[in-house]
């Protein structure tokens, strides 16, 4: 069983920046590949970014790349997205997830879920 849970979220204004954080209680943390996704309002949660057990392959959607960047370190279980020129259409709960297996970028390669933090941005 993982455990997640996600800290940083907050209100922010458009341009501005947060760092969120996603602790794992598992052993084997390393062996997992994380992902971010986030559900704004009224719509369906979507894939942000994710990160292979290593380090050295990260995914980015295109609505953020360039803007956001996700991070690792194994030894504090430990992911996190830093988010940089945040838009009013960022706002959402942003949810990390432990992969299991397939495609990286949808919400049924994953096993385990956080409670989600919420990000608000304002124009």
């Known amino acids: 069983q993982v455990q997640l849970v996600e800290s940083g979220g907050g209100l922010v204004q458009a341009g501005g920046s947060l760092r969120l954080s996603c602790a794992a209680s598992?052993?084997?943390?390393?062996?997992?590949?994380m992902g971010w996704f986030r559900q704004a309002p009224g719509k369906e949660r979507e894939f942000v970014s994710a990160?292979?057990?290593?380090?050295?392959?990260?995914y980015y959607a295109d609505s953020v790349k360039g803007r956001f960047t996700i991070a690792r370190d194994n030894a504090k279980n430990t992911v996190y997205l830093q988010m940089n020129s945040l838009k009013p259409e960022d706002t959402a709960v942003y949810y990390c997830?432990?992969?299991?297996?397939?495609?990286?970028?949808?919400?049924?390669?994953?096993?385990?879920w956080g409670q989600g933090t919420q990000v608000a941005v304002s124009s």
């Open positions: 598992v052993r084997t943390f390393d062996s997992y590949a």
């Open positions: 997830a432990a992969y299991r297996s397939g495609v990286i970028t949808i919400q049924s390669s994953y096993d385990y």
């Open positions: 990160i292979s057990w290593s380090g050295g392959d990260t």
